[in-house]
């Protein structure tokens, strides 16, 4: 009987010893993926702002040429391309693997400044979104245990204040 406690004893303890390993593990990797993430749409928001300064229209810069992109009528890129960033483009470590990279808003998103969706909750949503109307580039953001740790996670990678994870698009009709 008394070896049975021990026993219960030892199992529990390495029991609990994995589950915390495990846990700070998990957490460690959380947060290194959410800083370079963060590090990733602060390098795409960056090459946005410089290729819609060096291709301005009328803009006499022969030196620059090799920068310059095609640009909409409010000055930003109309898309943003790996090849920018050389041999390794901006990655987000938050995602699930083999997702697109960018998704470029159109129509009635191109009011925005965050996509209605902002978890990737499967392969066929975009790591990032870019609204070319305004120059602005998101992360979004992978699964969580809950909203709320989405959201905190959503407006810390992109420097927001998000309320919610998922916005209704702006022509629903909430009407019953």
């Given amino acids: 009987m008394r070896w049975l406690s021990v026993i219960m004893a030892t199992v529990t303890i390495a029991c609990g010893s994995a ?7 998990a957490t460690h990797s959380i947060e290194a993926g959410a800083e370079a993430t963060r590090r990733a749409v602060v390098a795409l928001n960056s090459q946005v702002r410089f290729r819609a300064a060096v ?35 901006p990655v987000n470590r938050l995602t699930p693997a083999g997702c697109p990279w960018i998704e470029i808003a159109t129509g009635g998103e191109l009011h925005r400044t965050n996509p209605n969706v902002r978890v990737a909750l499967d392969r066929d949503t ?22 709320e740790q989405a959201v905190a996670l959503y407006n810390r990678v992109n420097a927001t204040a998000v309320a ?3 916005e209704a698009p702006a022509d629903v009709d909430d009407a019953p």
Avoid: C, K, M
């Avoid at 589950?19 to 593990?25: E, F, G, I, P, S």
């Avoid at 040429?65 to 483009?89: D, L, S």
């Fill in 55 to 89: 291709s301005r229209p009328g803009l006499d810069a022969p030196e620059e040429a090799e920068v310059q992109t095609q640009v909409n009528q409010r000055g930003w890129p109309v898309t943003i391309e790996p090849a920018w960033f050389g041999t390794a483009p």
């Fill in 126 to 147: 975009a790591s990032f979104w870019y609204n070319p109307a305004l120059g602005i580039v998101r992360a979004r953001v992978g699964p969580t245990a809950t909203d």
């Fill in 19 to 25: 589950l915390l390993v495990w846990h700070h593990r």
């Fill in 164 to 166: 919610a994870i998922v």
